[in-house]
């Protein structure tokens, strides 16, 4: 029979023997030791603990002695004492439930609104991929536009500079060929001078032959020079030229390889078989906004490399053409000279020839009149007879006018004409031996003045052949 006022225990939660399960240990319901699970966005179960039971628990064991030993019997078992103070009041189970309702329902519209939200998420996505996907592809087609025409500014510039190259590696040879093919020409007015220091006496003299020798040696040398300091001056473009094209070839490569992979990136879908995940591929570093400034830096480059080149090729032909006609005005002048010359001195010869000649009429009439002289002489000496030499010798007065006077003034007008032709013969042979002196110097000159014609005529013979001017510019 159980008390009023008591907690009806049914029977099978008491203590059995053969209970499987093992006793539950006594709780105490102290503040400090219950914790009970808050939800989120709750308040703390404590603060709806009922505070009576609170109370009661915290009622110490002397009291109860004291209540029984006035010989009232307790209203609670001290068995179930434990168990009272776990439990809630209406009040707390009501707000519990309404704290759960709550709870449950603040979920299930945060679920609905996520959901909501994924749902949209999951139609507006697409969307936006899809414009994404849009975009890139209409960046991508612009920029291999921009490849393309950064391209073929690139391939216009390289068969410009290509074309400008070659025509300046033309310009080098030729003046190249040019400047080797004065070298006969020098040589020749080299050995000219040469055999004019064989000429003999007066006539090796510094006429205007020597002079133009000397110019057109010197011309010849100074366009050699020039010729080939233009040849290094084009040399060293070529290399800044290569420099040039090696850097064009360089940027239209990288130009080729970047539209190849923009277009291969522009023509793939979503359902593409190439397509693969790359991480952190996002993070590396884009193409430089300075590419463009890049390709535009090289063509400028090229440019000017052009400008140099075609400066360069007008100052080659300029110069081959003034070199050239500078060469033959000097080749043409120093033959003029040569053929002057070679006038003057056969016109020289020519008239030393005639001089020997008359030298030689002169020479012999002299011997003529020597001999004329001579026979007088003999004549003369055989009349101064021993009839007459008394008379010439004393100084006799001469008898009466005989036979005899007219022989002895014969001998006397014999005498006269004897001493005159005495001296006429001594001016005859001074005069004979200063024509043989001029004989032998006119044979002299005529002689250097043969071998002098003989060495004009040579230098003009090895002067024949001359560099047409095709040559003369390089071709």
Known sequence: MEFLGTTQVAGYCGRRAGCLFPDLAPTTTTKDTYQ?????????????????????????????KEFNSAGRPPTVLPALRSSLHARYSTRDWHRENMVQLKASESSRYRAG?????????????PQLTYLMQEDSRRYL???????????????????????????????KQRLERAADE????????????????????????????DKNLIKEVDA????????????????????????????????????????????KCF??????????????????????????????????????ARTNSAK????????LESKSEEMWNHFISTNLAFNNRIAEVADAKNKLQAQLAKVRLTKRCLHTLALGISQTRQQVTCLHSPVFMPYLNSRLPLPAPTPVL???????TTDNTLQTLKRCLQEACDTLQMLILDKSNLEHEISVKANSFFIDKKCMDMRKVFPSTPRLIGY
């Open 113 to 125: 609104r996520l959901n909501a939200d994924s749902m949209r998420l999951m139609q507006n996505r």
């Open 182 to 209: 004065l070298q006969g020409p020098l040589k020749t007015a080299l050995e000219c001078l040469y055999h004019r220091e064989m000429r003999k006496g007066i006539d090796l003299v510094h006429d205007d032959v």
């Open 267 to 304: 023509n793939l879908r979503n359902t593409s078989n190439s397509i693969s995940f790359y991480h952190g591929v996002e993070k590396t570093d884009g193409y430089p906004e300075t590419w463009a400034k890049f390709s535009e830096d090289n063509i400028r480059y090229s440019q000017h």
């Open 220 to 263: 010849f040398k100074d366009c050699q020079e020039t010729l080939r300091k233009l040849a290094q001056k084009i040399k060293q473009q070529l290399g800044i030229n290569r420099g040039a094209q090696h850097a064009l070839e360089q940027d239209l490569s990288a130009k080729n390889t970047a539209c190849f992979i923009d277009e």
């Open 36 to 64: 009970s699970y808050c939800p989120p966005g709750c308040q703390h179960l404590s603060s709806w603990r009922p505070g009576l039971l609170h109370k009661v628990g915290l009622v110490p064991d002397s009291s109860e």
């Open 141 to 171: 087609g612009e920029r291999i536009t921009n490849i393309d025409f950064w391209r073929s500014e690139l391939i216009y510039e390289l068969e410009c500079l290509l074309k400008e190259t070659q025509a300046l590696e033309t310009a």
């Open 406 to 412: 007219w022989l002895i003034t014969e001998v006397y």
């Open 312 to 319: 360069l090729l007008e100052e080659a032909e300029v110069g």
